[in-house]
């Protein structure tokens, strides 16, 4: 699984929009965004990124996301541990905001790109398997989450 792929699941999942709406509002084949949904893609072309962008033209915060997730995609290699790659927030996303309880604000924490994606997997998996959210959070509570 890519970064990318979990970026534009989570992004697309937001909007309620399919793979084949993605499809023909980014001019991506939808054969080929079935392969950038499940991770299989070797290559993106900047053509093809900036019509997924357009998608989300109104989002920026999406926008941000998809890039930061492509740049992840591509740190690869000696050194890539060294490089940090981060999206700029001016405040919490309202998505995110509702979801917390008033006044609750954690800090932002840098992750390594094994946790990084392990996180992401867990996330996709949660709406397929409930009993994981609930041990998820489990854990969290147990490990000192209020």
């Known amino acids: 699984m890519s970064y990318l792929s979990t970026a534009l699941k989570r992004?697309?999942?937001?909007r309620q929009l399919n793979q084949s709406d993605l499809a023909k509002l980014s001019g991506i084949s939808r054969s080929y965004m079935s392969r950038l949904f499940s991770g299989e893609f070797q290559e993106l072309s900047d053509e093809n990124?900036?019509?997924?962008l357009k998608v989300f033209a109104t989002e920026p915060e999406a926008q941000a996301e998809l890039v930061a997730a492509r740049c992840m995609d591509a740190r690869v290699g000696p050194g890539s541990e060294l490089v940090e790659i981060m999206v700029?927030?001016?405040?919490?996303?309202?998505a995110n905001a509702a979801r917390?309880?008033?006044g609750v604000d954690y800090?932002?924490?840098?992750?390594?790109?094994?946790?990084?994606?392990a996180f992401a997997w867990l996330r996709s998996q949660?709406?397929?398997?409930?009993?994981l959210e609930k041990?998820?959070?489990g854990y969290?509570?147990?490990?000192g989450m209020k």
């Open 11 to 14: 992004r697309a999942e937001r």
């Open 49 to 52: 990124f900036i019509g997924l």
């Open 88 to 94: 700029k927030a001016t405040s919490r996303p309202a």
């Open 100 to 102: 917390l309880p008033a």
């Open 107 to 117: 800090p932002v924490v840098e992750l390594s790109h094994e946790t990084e994606k």
């Open 126 to 131: 949660c709406p397929l398997n409930p009993d």
């Open 135 to 137: 041990h998820l959070v």
């Open 140 to 143: 969290a509570k147990l490990t």
